[in-house]
């Protein structure tokens, strides 16, 4: 996964080892986040998706243990304290925060701690963990909104698009960029299924996230998606 050759990180992507190293792990997460290539990017969400699915939440805490009792004493602390065990946790792949973490995001007041929670939750969480995302899209701190989206693209499942095309409505430029930047790594088939799916859904926030939507998507074959509308 470290080639520089596009199509060998690819197969290493696709072929991950369900046992993998918590170094193996991090690498993963790095493609997720940095590669240069957004069909990478997209190929290691999915893949860390997977993982985290198949293994659960209570994996071995990363290079060495941590116990909760040892996560919570930071949050005790100064808000650097608190953010240093975030970047931590997810760094070393500290599954067993997640817990803890998400518990937090309702008793932190800082927004920059829970801006980076969001971030956590999103890198460590899978599909159960959206419920817990989407309410912070609604947060006063434009920092927690534009995290909350880039924390549902971390996730890596389908299910988190509806509300990160939501997010394109947002009056913060930091938010709608990160919504933009998270619906590329889509491809055109699979961005107009899902704009499908919500004029469909019968909800008026859905369909007004979908005709908003449809602006960034500009095309002869999405007129009859604008015309179901009116």
Wanted: no cysteine; glycine share 4%.
């Amino acid at each position: 996964m470290q080639s520089t050759e596009e199509n060998e990180r690819k197969e290493g992507i696709l072929f991950f080892p369900k046992e993998a190293e918590p170094d193996l792990v991090s690498l993963l997460g790095e493609l997720a986040e940095h590669d240069d290539s957004i069909e990478i990017r997209f190929l290691a969400r999915k893949a860390l998706h997977q993982y985290k699915r198949q293994r659960g939440h209570d994996l071995t805490d990363g290079r060495k243990k941590v116990t909760s009792e040892q996560i919570l004493q930071y949050f005790e602390g100064s808000d650097d304290e608190k953010l240093s065990i975030i970047d931590y946790a997810i760094k070393g792949q500290v599954f067993a925060a997640l817990s803890i973490f998400i518990d937090r995001l309702s008793k932190e007041e800082n927004p920059t701690v829970v801006a980076s929670l969001m971030i956590a939750v999103g890198r460590l969480g899978s599909e159960p963990e959206i419920k817990v995302l989407v309410p912070f899209l609604r947060n006063d701190s434009p920092r927690v909104r534009a995290n909350a989206v880039e924390a549902l693209e971390f996730i890596g499942s389908l299910k988190t698009y509806p509300f990160i095309l939501s997010a394109l409505q947002d009056q913060d430029n930091r938010v709608r960029a990160n919504a933009i930047k998270a619906v590329r790594v889509l491809s055109p088939t699979s961005t107009i299924r899902l704009l499908r799916q919500m004029i469909a859904s019968g909800y008026i926030s859905m369909q007004a996230s979908a005709a908003f939507a449809l602006g960034y998507f500009p095309s002869e074959e999405n007129l009859d998606l604008v015309v179901s509308l009116l």
